[in-house]
């Protein structure tokens, strides 16, 4: 039987926890990278796989299609993992689990997706006041949900939520620091992931890096280009 294929790119955070989630419950998935600078995730055939031209893209072995990262994630521990420690069926506990996986992609994940918007495709050399907003209230809430459980949903073990929002919380980590002082529980709960997830260095972080150095290099054009404007005003 042909292995689950993930088509995933290392800069996207939710394609990185789909792999990492795999890489922890033991699924070996054919790894498909995505060539963005080509516009590959454009061509028809992508299209065919995803008609929101993102990643990542599940496509299972029977050839049924799979699209958003969280569903990924759901879908393979509910399917391949041996318990399911990580997504569980007891209705309470997963409903705190659902939460959070919202929470990242409706609120943590947007800041990521405003960073974008505004200073790579808009043109802003600077990270906007409402950039900043959206981060500062991200990682307010992300300190208060975290309580004084190991993990995020006031779970004991990690879940798939914990995935999710640490790639997207590394990225953003680059970017615009997370604060000891005011988010403790945060922090260290981000030092402890570094010890749980697989493949930390080279897969999350890596790409993390990617992401971030895209961002700072287009804002460090803009700023050059907004200066050769005012000086020539």
């Not at 029977?62 to 318990?83: G, P």
């Not at 995935?163 to 988010?183: E, G, M, Q, S, Y």
Request: charged share 25%.
């Amino acid at each position: 039987m042909s292995k689950p294929a993930l088509y995933y790119s290392l800069f996207s955070p939710p394609a990185r926890a789909c792999i990492l989630t795999a890489k922890l419950i033991g699924l070996e998935l054919d790894l498909k990278l995505v060539d963005f600078a080509s516009k590959q995730h454009l061509t028809p055939e992508y299209l065919a796989l995803n008609p929101q031209h993102q990643i990542p893209v599940f496509v299972e072995a029977d050839n049924e299609i799979f699209i958003d990262s969280h569903a990924i994630m759901a879908y393979m521990v509910s399917k391949y993992a041996n318990n399911d420690d990580m997504y569980p069926k007891d209705l309470k506990k997963r409903a705190r689990i659902d939460h959070m996986l919202h929470f990242e992609n409706g609120v943590l994940f947007q800041v990521i997706k405003d960073m974008v918007r505004r200073n790579i495709y808009g043109g802003e050399a600077e990270f906007n006041p409402v950039t900043l907003e959206m981060c500062s209230n991200a990682y307010s809430f992300l300190e208060s949900f975290l309580g004084d459980s190991p993990f995020f949903g006031n779970s004991a073990v990690l879940t798939i939520a914990d995935v999710c929002l640490n790639t997207t919380l590394v990225t953003l980590d680059l970017l615009i620091p997370v604060d000891d002082k005011k988010h403790p529980r945060l922090r260290a709960w981000m030092e402890r992931m570094k010890t749980l997830l697989p493949s930390y260095e080279d897969v999350n972080l890596s790409g993390a890096k990617v992401l971030c150095d895209r961002i700072k290099k287009t804002m460090r054009g803009n700023k050059i280009k907004a200066d050769s404007i005012t000086e020539y005003d």
